[in-house]
């Protein structure tokens, strides 16, 4: 079974920086994709961005340019640079690990809030 802990949530100002941590127990991680999900109040839960086994990273328009993903394998854990926030980047953040496509395991998640 694979558990996915999430942690760096906060409340930010707009323009401020954040970086969002997810651990991962189990030996699949150094051979799965893993990636973010966010969901704010109200809405669906949006992709954020995604990193293959080897490194290869996807972003959502709405963050590309702003956000960094990236993972450590030797310590099971996976990033989330989130600079430049902007109060629409509000939301529970979730990690999730693939091991194909689509997601198999998700984080509880952790909230970040961008308010002045």
């Known amino acids: 079974q694979v558990q996915l802990v999430e942690s760096g949530g906060g409340l930010v100002q707009p323009g401020g920086s954040l970086r969002l941590s997810c651990a991962a127990s189990?030996?699949?991680?150094?051979?799965?994709?893993m990636g973010w999900y966010r969901q704010a109040p109200g809405t669906q839960r949006e992709w954020v961005a995604r990193?293959?086994?080897?490194?290869?990273?996807m972003y959502s328009n709405s963050v590309k340019g702003r956000f960094t993903i990236s993972r450590d394998n030797a310590k099971n854990t996976v990033f989330l640079q989130m600079n430049s926030l902007k109060p629409e980047d509000t939301a529970v953040y979730y990690c999730?690990?693939?091991?194909?496509?689509?997601?198999?395991?998700w984080g509880q998640g952790t909230q970040v809030t961008v308010s002045s």
């Open positions: 999730y690990l693939a091991r194909f496509t689509s997601p198999d395991y």
């Open positions: 189990g030996s699949i991680f150094r051979i799965s994709a």
């Open positions: 990193i293959t086994s080897i490194g290869s990273t």
